[in-house]
């Protein structure tokens, strides 16, 4: 453990920076303020999903009544709980366990896989009962207006989703080649912060698409 | 804004000439909001097999509002951040709901005609069934 | 004058310090420079040469119209034309007109900072919009779209043209905005020189700090409604087809909430020149400083509360439809503060009329002018009569290219010398501005005309009735396109061969005065500590400065 500046990996400081504390404050608000632009990318879908179940409530009831539940309830789990394994990645790089949290990192990009793997089980079953947005649509067990609209909205919503947990994982997967090269400690630890926010942000949206697409 | 005093900046950030010795940085709120988190996602699958008809959606709203208050409280640290985060962050949510409100408000409040066909009030007629059936893959 | 060039030079050190211009003059050290000054520089090339574009298809609808029939091009090459003049004048010209351009250079200046907080970001923002240009360009020329810049679906999802280029481009430029914006909020709140709090923030800072908000929280939700039609050009997914139970007047929510408030974009920045150089050429602090920078928040914040008013022949319940309108009007309310504040600062100022300052007069015209015209549209019982004619076009062109391009102008000429230490023929620079505020009349009153008479917008054929004000409007564009020739022309000529400027020939107690002109890589070799306001002309001081130990 290096408690002095020199301590620091080189070029951590902008020249443009009075402080490494300014630099920090300026990395976390940034992060923030591009978390932001994510909540409102996925907006759109949420208004586009409420607009919608507010015409069709009968065909979304339906049609969230034929998703798996059991993969989705599981999916919920193993987000929360990489969530949490995150959490800990940046607690460990910031108390100086730099294995403890390369090792945390890794089991949440473990995580990041399963819950591909379970959702591709999910869209293969889709596949397989033509349960398919818009003009793919012939899910014989819902035959009602609007059940189309309710996988259409269901694919986007998921599809966007899937894709940040695939931006989430590699940029979790650059931080634990950073952890590995020591780079993050007590003195410093912004980077792991940072990766660790988007991927929360990617939880909190499962958190809300788990009830709206699986539960009601 | 006001209340980001030094003691809520110095979690987040370390200055490189600070040579204060910091409180061992604890784990135990992590661990706690996990179970909290596995607890609620329980509930939330419970009460959504009961089919609580009008009151599904208000509870699972509300279990879902507390579990992502906990992840950005506790997980995304915005209960120990400086204000400008917290502002961010509530200012998406706002103007989410701003989009939501008028959005819906909208369609909620419609003229019924203006309503696009295959909505549940329109008639049977204009339902999108029979379309689906002559276009469908196989 | 010489006074304050004495002050510039005392305060940017030693002048032995390469400017930014000289420091590396390979292509590599442009191209892959964090510099924000070149990367305002380069922003401000690309945005030059996109006008242009626009200004070329503009003229060319504009000729087409002066026939009542067909006319030297068919009525498919017309729809794109007027599609692709919107695209690229939004997109490509607007907003990153003056943010991008002016904003990047200026703005670290006029907070005592170095760099930008993000230098990679910028130069990244700068790139997504090659990008995003490259992809726009390529769906042109491969057949282009006509749906209209605001790609209203169905149509859009089912038009045969190329329309998903140009919506991923758009996609794409998105992106750079939102960078853009990005990096001025935190380079606002983490960058401020010593001394500098927000009361003391230049009211430009305060223009761009309120835009980079919307750019923030609007951007996004363009993004993905784009996204979705695109989703539904290739796939189908029937979300915005009636067919499918889909609600097209869906997207037109998302896309307006967007575009609505991207007209504050285009506005708010334009606004901040102006409470700069309203100061500059009347020698005068603002007239009610805390209510100008106020109102740029208002605006940004009441202008998302408007969306609807696009909507009120579009199916939209009469209640939203009424609350919009109503919303709508509380924009007038700022924006007239800051007429109010900027007519208040002249009031007994020692006004210089250099070309600048014309613009500025332009500037406040076509504002009130588009503003009114604006409040009278959000009426929705006017609205009914004049939606989709010519009186919305000549709406927003007074506010887009009205207010937004004569601040982009004046900002030119009164940046000019910062940005290259060069001066431009003051001559020609009021001919050209008087050509052009002429020529902007000329072609858009006969606009409103012809919107009140019922002459819808983006057709091909009119009545034979409408020639005359169509022939009017067609002379008044080529005027237009004169006066922004001239300028081209002599700003290209000033930049190689113009008179080398005084660090500030303006006299300004702007901060971004308080270095050399054009400025060193590093802009300054201390870091000035802010005792003062800007553009405090009682004293003969240099600007709001002293220097550091």
Redesign the interface.
């Known amino acids: 453990m290096s408690h002095d500046a020199a301590g620091l990996p080189e070029g951590i400081v902008g020249h443009h920076f009075s402080s490494l504390a300014r630099q920090n404050e300026a990395m976390v608000l940034g992060m923030w303020l591009f978390l932001a632009t994510e909540i409102l990318l996925f907006a759109g879908l949420f208004v586009g999903y409420s607009v919608y179940r507010y015409q069709f409530p009968l065909a979304f009831a339906e049609g969230s009544r034929h998703l798996n539940l059991t993969a989705g309830t599981l999916n919920t789990v193993v987000l929360i709980t990489s969530s949490f394994t995150v959490a800990m990645a940046i607690h460990f790089a910031r108390t100086d366990r730099r294995i403890a949290a390369a090792v945390c990192l890794a089991i949440t990009i473990l995580f990041a896989l399963a819950f591909l793997g379970i959702k591709a089980v999910e869209y293969t079953e889709h596949f397989h009962e033509h349960a398919l947005p818009g003009k793919f649509y012939a899910f014989e067990k819902v035959m009602i207006p609007g059940a189309a609209m309710f996988y259409t909205l269901y694919f986007l919503m998921t599809g966007l989703h899937g894709l940040h947990v695939i931006a989430g994982m590699s940029v979790l997967s650059w931080i634990l080649w950073r952890t590995l090269q020591g780079r993050y400690s007590s003195r410093y630890h912004t980077g792991i912060e940072l990766g660790g926010l988007y991927w929360h942000l990617v939880d909190l949206v499962w958190i809300f698409l788990y009830p709206l697409l699986y539960l009601i | 804004m006001s209340e980001s005093g030094p003691s809520g900046q110095a979690s987040a950030v370390l200055h490189p000439g600070d040579e204060q010795e910091k409180p061992e940085h604890s784990a135990i709120p992590y661990v706690v909001v996990w179970i909290a988190l596995l607890f609620f996602t329980v509930l939330t699958y419970l009460t959504g097999k009961q089919h609580l008809g009008q009151w599904a959606l208000p509870i699972a709203m509300a279990i879902a509002c507390t579990k992502s208050a906990l992840v950005a409280l506790i997980f995304m640290h915005l209960k120990d951040s400086s204000g400008m985060p917290r502002l961010v962050f509530v200012t998406a949510l706002a103007f989410l709901g701003l989009l939501m409100f008028f959005t819906v408000g909208d369609v909620a409040t419609r003229f019924r005609p203006a309503t696009p066909a295959g909505a549940p009030f329109g008639t049977e007629r204009s339902q999108p069934e029979g379309l689906l059936e002559h276009e469908t893959p196989e | 004058m010489r006074l304050s060039e004495a002050d510039s030079h005392a305060l940017a050190g030693a002048p032995a310090a390469p400017s930014y211009l000289e420091d590396g003059t390979t292509v590599m050290s442009w191209i892959n420079t964090r510099d924000h000054k070149r990367i305002g520089v380069m922003f401000l090339v690309g945005v030059i040469f996109f006008f242009f574009v626009g200004g070329v298809f503009a003229l060319l609808l504009r000729f087409k119209l002066l026939q009542p029939g067909p006319f030297f091009i068919d009525a498919i090459s017309y729809n794109r034309l007027f599609t692709l003049h919107g695209v690229v004048m939004i997109f490509l010209f607007l907003i990153p007109s003056i943010p991008a351009a002016f904003g990047n250079f200026v703005i670290p200046l006029m907070i005592g900072?170095?760099?930008?907080?993000?230098?990679r970001?910028n130069l990244a923002s700068f790139y997504l919009y090659v990008i995003g240009a490259v992809i726009a360009i390529w769906g042109m020329v491969h057949g282009g779209a006509d749906t209209g810049w605001t790609f209203y679906t169905p149509y859009s999802s089912t038009s045969p043209t190329q329309v998903a280029p140009i919506l991923l481009g758009a996609f794409v430029l998105g992106f750079s905005s939102?960078l853009t914006g990005?990096?001025f909020?935190?380079t606002t709140?983490?960058?401020r020189a010593p001394g500098l709090n927000w009361m003391k923030l230049p009211l430009f800072v305060w223009g761009i700090y309120a835009t980079s908000i919307i750019q923030?929280?609007?951007?996004?939700?363009l993004?993905?409604?784009l996204l979705?039609v695109t989703?539904?050009r290739i796939?189908?997914?029937?979300?915005f087809?009636?067919?499918?139970?889909?609600?097209?007047?869906?997207f037109q929510?998302?896309f307006w909430?967007y575009s609505h408030p991207a007209v504050y974009i285009m506005v708010l920045p334009a606004m901040g020149v102006i409470s700069e150089t309203v100061c500059a050429f009347c020698r005068k602090n603002i007239f009610g400083y805390r209510a100008v920078a106020y109102s740029s928040i208002g605006i940004g914040f009441v202008g998302?509360?408007t969306?609807?008013h696009h909507?009120f022949v579009a199916?939209?319940?009469?209640?939203?439809g009424g609350?919009?309108g109503l919303l709508s009007m509380f924009v007038g309310i700022f924006t007239a503060i800051k007429v109010f504040n900027w007519v208040g600062t002249m009031y007994r100022g020692a006004i210089s009329f250099k070309t600048p300052f014309a613009y500025i007069c332009g500037f406040l015209y076509f504002l009130v002018f588009g503003g009114m015209t604006g409040i009278a549209l959000a009426t929705t019982s006017l609205d009914i009569h004049w939606h989709d004619t010519y009186f919305i076009v000549a709406h927003f062109h007074f506010i887009m290219v009205g207010a937004s391009v004569m601040a982009f102008l004046a900002a030119l000429h009164y940046w000019f010398p910062k940005m290259f230490g060069r001066t431009y023929p003051e001559g020609w620079g009021l001919v050209a501005a008087t050509l052009i505020i002429l020529g902007f009349n000329a072609t858009f009153i006969p606009q409103f005309l012809l919107g009140n008479f019922g002459m819808p917008r983006r057709y091909y054929q009119y009545p034979e009735h409408f020639q005359a004000l169509h022939v009017a409007s067609t002379a008044g564009a080529t005027l237009l396109a004169f006066g922004f020739l001239i300028i081209l022309i002599y700003l290209a000529i000033a930049l190689k061969y113009g008179e080398r400027s005084a660090p500030n020939p303006w006299g300004s107690k702007g901060f971004e005065w308080m270095t050399a002109s054009p400025p060193p890589t590093?802009n300054f070799d201390v870091i000035p500590t802010i005792t003062q306001m800007p553009h405090d002309y009682r004293t003969h001081e240099p600007s709001g400065v002293i220097r550091v130990a």
Not at chain 3, 241 to 250: F, I, N, S, T
Not at chain 3, 315 to 320: A, D, I, R, W, Y
Request: glycine share 14%; charged share 10%.
């Open positions: 900072a170095r760099d930008v907080a993000f230098p970001l939102i990005l990096n909020i935190v709140h983490t960058l923030i929280l609007a951007t996004p939700v993004g993905i409604s979705l989703v539904e796939g189908g997914f029937g979300l087809d009636p067919a499918r139970g889909g609600d097209p007047v869906l929510h998302l909430f998302f509360f969306w609807g909507l199916g939209q319940s009469t209640f939203v609350a919009f590093h």
